[in-house]
């Protein structure tokens, strides 16, 4: 029982002990033209004025990804009044509103085939999602847990020697 005790004790140590990090997320390259209302934070955002209807434009949004952990990150492609064919995180397809994981540097979001009017504009959001600590009721469940398993032990040892 001690031996359990301790190992428990041990890898809560462990947990606790990890922090939970923040991502900074911080624009690196836009279209010419484009307008950044975000930037250097867990939450950046820019848009881009369409000043003609367009056909078949590919935009490339460059962003950083800093520290050097994995972060998971959700992004929000929107297009007013137009559409694009396909969104792509790097090399890999996205569509808007899903959540990906990062690693840290630099990644480049490709907005390919953008059909637009006069007056459309393309938002880009992208968010950090850090992770959520867990709650110290749930250590506190744990160790009641482990207690209540003693306390079991100690009375069927108790009842062993008294038979």
């Known amino acids: 029982m001690k031996k359990i005790m301790a190992v428990f004790v041990v890898a809560l140590g462990m947990l606790m002990a990890q922090g939970v990090s923040a991502a900074t997320l911080t624009w690196v390259g836009e279209p010419a033209g484009a307008t950044i209302d975000a ?4 939450v950046i955002g820019a848009h881009y004025w ?3 209807s367009v056909t078949g434009v590919n935009h490339d949004w460059t962003f950083n990804v800093t520290p050097t952990s994995e972060v998971t990150s959700e992004f ?5 009044n137009g559409s694009f064919v396909s969104a792509m995180l790097d090399s890999t397809a996205i569509s808007t509103g899903v959540a990906v994981l990062l690693t840290a540097g630099t990644h480049t979001l490709h907005m390919l085939g953008i059909t637009a009017n006069n007056g459309t504009h393309e ?4 968010s950090a999602v850090n992770a959520v600590p867990v709650p ?5 469940l744990g160790s009641a847990l482990m207690g209540l398993v003693g306390v079991s032990r100690r009375k069927a040892s108790a009842n062993g020697l008294a038979a």
């Open 50 to 52: 369409f000043t003609g």
């Open 76 to 80: 929000f492609v929107y297009i007013r």
């Open 136 to 140: 110290g009721a749930v250590w506190l």
């Open 123 to 126: 938002e880009i959001t992208i």
């Open 39 to 42: 930037n250097n934070s867990d």
